[in-house]
Nanobody
Framework: QLQLVESGGGLVQPGGSLRLSCAAS????????IGWFRQAPEKEREVVSC????????KYADSVKGRFTISRDNAKNTIYLQMNSLKPEDTAVYYC?????????????????WGQGTQVTVSS
């Protein structure tokens, strides 16, 4: 079973940066594809980015392309989401999720394991 714990959220001004971390544990952790999702109040959970188990494939939502970068360090059991040029519309609870699959899933239903979430607020 995979356990995921997010950290790194907080309050940042528009144009600022944050780096989210997702610490993973579980015997077969390196074989999991990891996704970052976010959910704003009264909105559905949406994919932000995902990275395949090998790290060789990544995907990004159009709204974050060019601003966010996903990466994984299997030696440290950690996935990162570097978020630059943040906008107020990026405000949401951010979740990392894991699935034992090779490719990169973009739907919440593609994932079996979820962290507890970390709040990101972009405001002046």
């Amino acid at each position: 079973q995979l356990q995921l714990v997010e950290s790194g959220g907080g309050l940042v001004q528009p144009g600022g940066s944050l780096r989210l971390s997702c610490a993973a544990s579980g015997f077969t952790w390196p074989s999991y594809t990891i996704g970052w999702f976010r959910q704003a109040p009264e909105k559905e959970r949406e994919v932000v980015s995902c990275i395949s188990s090998s790290g060789g494939s990544t995907k990004y939502a159009d709204s974050v392309k060019g601003r966010f970068t996903i990466s994984r360090d299997n030696a440290k059991n950690t996935i990162y989401l570097q978020m630059n040029s943040l906008k107020p519309e990026d405000t949401a609870v951010y979740y990392c999720a894991g699935a034992r699959r090779i490719d990169c899933g973009v739907h919440p239903g593609d994932y079996n394991y979820w962290g507890q979430g970390t709040q990101v607020t972009v405001s002046s």
